[in-house]
C-alpha cells in the first residue's frame, strides 16, 4: 500500500511540473504612443520626437520604438535611456534617427526596457550627455 501512495505522489509530482508557468517576460498587453518634448537644447536644434510600445501576450513579442528628429551632421549618434538606464544608440541620418527593439521570451529586451508596459521616463541625449528630448508614460 505504502509503494503504491509513493508512486501515485510521484505520479502527480511529475503531472505538476508539465503544467506551464507564467511567463515573465510580457507581464501584460499594451499599446501607447507619446509625443518627445524638446529640452531648451533639443529646441536650439529643432528636436522633435516619438515614443511607442506595444506588447503581446498572445505573440509573446514586445517592442520598443523612438525616433528622434534634429538638425545635426549625419552620423551624430544619440543615446536612448528608459526608467534612468540605457536602451540603445541611433545614428542620425538626414535629420532622423530611430531606435527599434524587439524582443521574444527567448530574447528579451534590455534591462530598462524589459517589460515595455512598467516603462516610465524616456529621454534622448547626446553623445556629451545633454539630454535633448525628454517624455514618460
Request: net charge negative; glycine share 12%; charged share 20%.
Amino acid at each position: 500500500m505504502r509503494t503504491t501512495a509513493r508512486v501515485m505522489s510521484l505520479a502527480i509530482a511529475l503531472g505538476l511540473l508539465a503544467i506551464p508557468l507564467p511567463r515573465d517576460v510580457a507581464a501584460a498587453d499594451c499599446r501607447q504612443a507619446i509625443n518627445l518634448a524638446a529640452t531648451s537644447d533639443g529646441e536650439d536644434i529643432g528636436a522633435s520626437g516619438r515614443v511607442e510600445i506595444r506588447s503581446s501576450d498572445s505573440d509573446d513579442v514586445q517592442t520598443f520604438t523612438v525616433e528622434a528628429g534634429v538638425a545635426v551632421p549625419d552620423g551624430t549618434p544619440l543615446f536612448v535611456f528608459v526608467n534612468g538606464r540605457p536602451a540603445g544608440t541611433m545614428t542620425v541620418d538626414l535629420g532622423v534617427g530611430a531606435l527599434d527593439l524587439v524582443g521574444e521570451a527567448d530574447r528579451p529586451l534590455t534591462g530598462g526596457v524589459d517589460s515595455v508596459c512598467s516603462i516610465g521616463p524616456v529621454w534622448v541625449t547626446d553623445a556629451g550627455g545633454t539630454a535633448l528630448l525628454t517624455g514618460s508614460f
